[in-house]
């Protein structure tokens, strides 16, 4: 069993950064890959940057809408991070980290992951 809380949502006006943080606790040992999840109203749950945890590289990957501007870290001790800077109105979501404790096919996609946290919210004005 893995727990995953997420903290550092809020508001911000478009060109500002947030940090988002998720701290995960349990049996973290059998985490292979964790992510950052975006669902906004209406829509799909979408992958936004995901991070091969038992990679020696921790090799990270990016959807296209945030490359260069997110960048996915996560520390030894299984916190993961989120840097979002020059946000945009429709980054505005509710943020999920999620982690998968198989080795999954698709990175990007929702159902390969099994652990949830609970989300955090990010709203950008314009």
């Known amino acids: 069993q893995v727990e995953l809380v997420e903290s550092g949502g809020g508001a911000v006006q478009a060109g500002g950064s947030l940090r988002l943080s998720c701290a995960a606790s349990g049996s973290t040992v059998s985490i292979w890959y964790m992510a950052w999840f975006r669902q906004a109203p209406g829509k799909e749950r979408e992958g936004v940057a995901i991070v091969a945890s038992r990679s020696r590289t921790r090799n990270t990957y990016y959807a296209d809408a945030v490359k260069g501007r997110f960048t996915i870290s996560q520390d030894y001790d299984n916190t993961l991070y989120l840097q979002m800077n020059s946000l945009k109105p429709e980054d505005t979501a509710l943020y999920y980290c999620?982690?998968?404790?198989?080795?999954?096919?698709?990175?990007?996609?929702?159902?390969?992951?099994?652990?949830w946290g609970q989300g955090t919210q990010v709203t950008v004005s314009s």
């Open positions: 999620a982690a998968a404790t198989e080795v999954v096919r698709n990175v990007f996609t929702a159902r390969e992951y099994n652990f």
